[in-house]
């Protein structure tokens, strides 16, 4: 990047959250503290699509800003530098990070390249069905956390190691984050930004919500998300465009290899079958599995007496800029949500004097996309779906057909490197390509 044009984007980043904070609407943004946290978040969102320094940088600005500025609560900004999702995502990295060592990655992307084939299309479309099935009834950030590492493990050996450049890589990579995130929509247990909407549901009926009336619901719109999300992934590429692999023959699978791999499966099984276990080990959640497997990796020796992992080679293998980023968007919802900047938008939707219909839908619709672009889906179910409630029961009519529309809201989001979307960001997608 040129040296002038990068100042002038370095200077641009700060100015647009001055902006903010100052020309926001105070009538709708009442406080100094909710203007800057927008006007953050916007500085934020522009370094991290145009680059001027690393996005592990610009994910430590909701610190800096609010050492200054004291928006919201500095403990509640710094917890999402250790959230449990941040374990989780260190663990998985340990553990992933013996594979090139011992030559597991080879293998693993031997094995896929076999089932799937070579075809980008095929590809593309196997890891959006794998990685929206398993996030129907699993956490989306486990999903995304797991797979992630096992394509560009095949990514890395057919050459495409450089994902920033390659545009197969990049592909493949958001189609995992996109897929985790559409997959979460199709039933109760895909997150617990549905547990949330769920909660509201009930205390509106006054009876138990059923899960698979959910399910049923939401299966027209699942079809239309799948088939339409795997189109617009697809439609720019060539029929014929394959993957350059040689598939070699390897040798049998090494000790090294097999603890490599056991440890990383028993971390996943565990945390996709955590509902077997919740009331036995309560504290045993998915972020602890994958870092206590990650601890025990390093206990581990090899058939020639050296130790499996040693912390000085595994740190450099470690990404991360993939933890710092995605800390960085939980810092920006944290932000959003507790200065109150969140409740404002909300406020300011619920005064446009909407009547029901599909205007109302388009608007619920932007309202929830946008909120879940910029914070958690969870954040963004809190903050919404009351808000949703009081415009529709205000206007006399049934709030359930609108709760029901925020909820694909609430699951949707493409744009921004927050949440998921930041762990391709971390294996070198720009975001200026999301």
């Not at 549901?201 to 919500?209: A, H, L, V």
């Not at 504290?283 to 090899?302: M, R």
């Not at 989001?413 to 999301?434: D, E, H, N, W």
């Amino acid at each position: 990047m040129n040296k002038s044009y990068r100042r002038i984007l370095l200077v641009i980043g700060p100015l647009l959250m001055i902006l903010c904070t100052v020309l926001l609407p105070a009538a709708i943004f009442e406080t100094l503290e909710s203007r800057a946290a927008i006007g953050t978040v916007v500085w934020m969102a522009f370094w991290w699509i145009t680059g001027p320094v690393d996005y592990a940088v610009t994910a430590f600005l909701p610190i800096a800003v609010n050492a200054v500025l004291q928006m919201v609560d500095m403990k509640s900004i710094t917890a999402n530098y250790a959230s449990e999702t941040i374990l989780l995502l260190l663990g998985a990295s340990i553990l992933t990070a013996s594979w090139e060592q011992t030559g597991l990655d080879k293998r693993i992307a031997i094995r896929f390249l076999n089932l799937i084939g070579s075809n980008l299309k095929k590809q593309v479309v196997f890891w959006f069905l794998l990685s929206a099935i398993l996030s129907s009834v699993l956490p989306n950030a486990v999903v995304c956390a797991t797979i992630t590492p096992i394509a560009v493990s095949m990514l890395n050996y057919i050459g495409e190691r450089d994902v920033a450049s390659s545009r197969i890589a990049s592909k493949i990579l958001l189609t995992i984050a996109y897929a985790a995130g559409v997959g979460g929509l199709a039933s109760p247990l895909g997150g617990a930004m549905n547990l949330v909407v769920i909660d509201y549901i009930q205390q509106i009926t006054g009876s138990e919500y059923i899960y698979l009336d959910w399910v049923v619901r939401f299966f027209p719109i699942m079809i239309l998300l799948f088939v339409s999300n795997i189109l617009f992934l697809i439609r720019d590429v060539d029929k014929s465009e394959y993957f350059a692999n040689e598939l070699k023959k390897m040798d049998k699978m090494s000790f090294e290899e097999k603890v490599s791999l056991a440890l990383f499966l028993i971390a996943t099984v565990l945390a996709f079958a955590r509902q077997a276990y919740q009331n036995i080990l309560p504290g045993l959640k998915p972020a602890y599995v994958f870092l206590t497997c990650a601890i025990i990796a390093f206990f581990i020796t090899d058939t020639s007496g050296n130790r499996l992992l040693m912390w000085k080679s595994v740190q450099t293998k470690i990404i991360w800029e993939l933890i710092y980023v995605f800390a960085g968007g939980l810092a920006a919802g944290t932000l959003i949500n507790d200065s109150g900047a969140a409740a404002a938008i909300g406020n300011a939707v619920s005064q446009m004097g909407l009547k029901g219909g599909l205007v109302t839908v388009f608007v619920i619709m932007c309202f929830t996309l946008v909120l879940s672009d910029v914070t958690s889906n969870t954040a963004t179910a809190a903050v919404a779906v009351p808000i949703v409630v009081s415009i529709i029961q205000g206007i006399g009519e049934n709030p359930l057909p609108y709760i029901y529309v925020a909820t694909v809201g609430v699951n949707l989001s493409y744009c921004f490197p927050t949440s998921i979307r930041a762990i391709p960001v971390g294996y070198g997608l720009q975001p200026k390509y999301m």
